[in-house]
């Protein structure tokens, strides 16, 4: 990951590696909590996915919120590739970017407060890097599930580009999409830094707080 340099631009379908019919092996157990990686997840909750730069610090910010968080997974979602393989997210030829899954319960915490999670922890104005991490695979991006969803974090990204652009921050780069298929990381990538503690975090926020939750109107001004 560290100094990580990659391709910058989407590949074409026409140039993405083909990938493989069947899932790769990943862990079955979340390795901080013990639940099952890949469900059944209890009826109710929902599912939230974002992509903040190396997937080893992100993951980490969202099981950090304990118990209101069910499960987190690591994995790639974004691109072309059916099931690909780290080292072939790494050729940038996949179109895949690093991402969080998150198992949550709606009626403990809110999609708004992961959104303030997901804004805080990077910087979404860098385009195609984070930090020292360079190419597509470390982009920003929401991924969201339904319309609810997309409609509460396009909200947020203008609320939070208004915020960082009174700090002298450029615009928001992050994408906003409907969520496609999320293909589960290999074993040792999920919950690295608890497997690893001292292992290599990227990630780091501007320092600007996200308004979202404090009453601040999309469509207003702060």
Not at 27 to 35: E, T
Not at 119 to 141: A, C, F, I, K, L
Not at 158 to 168: H, I, N, S, T, V
Not at 187 to 209: D, I, K, M, W
Request: proline residues 6%; hydrophobic residues 35%.
């Amino acid at each position: 990951m560290f100094m990580s340099r990659k391709p910058i631009d989407m590949p074409k379908t026409s140039e993405a590696l083909p990938g493989r019919a069947q899932p790769i092996p990943t862990a079955s157990k979340h390795f901080v909590n013990g639940r099952a990686l890949k469900g059944p997840y209890p009826e109710g909750f929902e599912r939230a996915m974002f992509g903040l730069g190396c997937f080893w610090g992100a993951e980490r910010k969202f099981w950090e919120l304990d118990d209101r968080i069910h499960v987190t997974a690591a994995g790639y979602a974004g691109g072309i590739t059916p099931n690909p393989t780290y080292e072939e997210v790494c050729t940038g030829r996949t179109g895949h970017n690093e991402v969080v899954l998150v198992i949550y319960d709606p009626k403990t915490i809110s999609y708004g407060a992961l959104l303030k999670t997901f804004w805080e922890s990077h910087d979404p104005t860098q385009g195609m890097r984070q930090g020292n991490d360079v190419g597509t695979q470390y982009r920003s991006g929401i991924y969201a599930f339904n319309a609810r969803q997309r409609k509460v974090a396009e909200e947020s990204k203008a609320m939070y580009d208004r915020e960082l652009q009174k700090k002298g921050f450029r615009a928001v780069t992050t994408e906003i999409l409907d969520a496609a298929e999320f293909y589960f990381a290999e074993e040792y990538h999920q919950q690295y830094l608890a497997r690893n503690p001292f292992g290599y975090c990227g990630l780091g926020g501007t320092g600007v707080s996200c308004p979202i939750g404090t009453g601040v109107r999309a469509a207003q001004g702060a």
